[in-house]
């Protein structure tokens, strides 16, 4: 049985209907359409709504920088580009996101739900360790 053919046996316990392999595909796991507005205002919402601040990075003096610093309680910092699905950063971004990352940052780029979910984890738990290792040390 070939995709786009229709099973003409009377006998055929699974019939195939008429699809083409690409609304096959599109059925197949990929990432739910995001507006970078959309996923902009929910970054910064779930950033601040922990207490932190996810501040909105103006690049007229420095291009390529990403969208938002996050600034954590315990001194850590973060930087987010937020993408709408699909779009992926320039090669100017991707310069700066490389020296932001040699001087040992963290640059996350948000362009689904999912990413946005993991660097929301992946920030709270730095937070946690770094609450911890202060705790155990006194500082």
């Given at each position: 049985m070939q995709l786009g053919?229709?099973?003409?046996?009377?006998?055929?316990?699974?019939?195939?209907?008429?699809?083409?392999?690409?609304?096959?595909?599109?059925?197949?796991?990929?990432?739910?359409?995001?507006?970078e507005k959309m996923l902009e205002a929910k970054f910064r919402k779930e950033i601040e709504s922990r207490g932190w601040m996810a501040l909105k990075l103006l690049s007229q003096l420095h291009r390529g920088l990403p969208d938002r610093l996050v600034l954590?309680?315990?001194g850590?910092?973060?930087f987010?580009?937020?993408?709408?699905?699909?779009?992926?950063?320039?090669?100017l971004q991707k310069h700066c996101h490389e020296a932001l990352r040699k001087l040992g940052f963290q640059v996350f780029i948000i362009d689904t739900m999912e990413n946005l979910e993991t660097a929301l984890a992946v920030i709270d738990r730095a937070v946690t360790a770094?609450?911890?290792?202060?705790?155990e040390f006194e500082l």
């Open positions: 053919r229709i099973d003409t046996r009377n006998d055929a316990p699974n019939r195939a209907y008429n699809v083409s392999t690409r609304e096959v595909l599109s059925h197949c796991h990929k990432p739910e359409k995001a507006g954590t309680e315990c850590l910092a973060f987010a580009e937020i993408k709408t699905t699909g779009k992926k950063p320039t090669l770094e609450r911890l290792r202060r705790e």
